[in-house]
């Protein structure tokens, strides 16, 4: 186990342990690339922990095969570390009637409703909500609510979530923010994603 030491100790009651074990809210956010692939590595050490893990992929098109969701389902099927359930908003959303047309906005508002329903229920151990950033900073989701929910969770429930221009609000609660910063990049030059880079 690390042993690094904070640079503060809070005068906040709790001991070692307990303050080492508080659940976080981690945000990957910034123009750089990494952001989805950063938490579905944090998915990875939940895996290992044994931990359910919950994905909800707020923007990404359910034709898009992301490589990342194919190991984790087929590591949760494994028996051998935690649950895996895999959410996408370009399916439809799961729990949806599929006979309901929702637009994208819609789409997004049912899925944090959903979340919503499992942070209250304890479902997951670690949330994975990819992208969610967008409908936040697109007006489609309310950022205030989500902040209240998130603060308000019960038990030990991590949250990560990704996505370019973060609202403040959701920075400031948050525990851990990366802003991802784009050095270079091979679209620079004319290049487009390629198999196992990209997806």
Known sequence: MPQGQPA?????????????NRPLVVVHTGT?????????????????????IG???????AKWKVGEEHALKVLGASGEGGPVAWHKMGEGWSWVQRDRQLSNEDAAREGWEQ?????????????VLDEFAYPMHWGWVDTDEVVRVLRERPG????????RNA???????????TDMTKVKHPMDAGQKGQRGIEW
């Open 32 to 52: 750089g690339k990494g952001k989805s692939t950063a938490a579905f590595g944090l998915a990875l050490r939940g895996w290992t922990q044994g931990w359910p």
């Open 167 to 177: 609202p403040q609000a959701l920075v400031e609660l948050a525990d851990l923010v």
């Open 8 to 20: 503060v100790v809070p005068d906040d009651g709790l001991t070692t342990r307990q303050r080492r």
């Open 55 to 61: 994905v909800f992929q707020f923007v990404k098109s």
């Open 156 to 163: 030990t429930q991590h949250v990560v979530i990704t996505g």
């Open 115 to 127: 979340v919503k329903r499992d942070l209250a229920a304890q479902t997951y151990r670690l949330y």
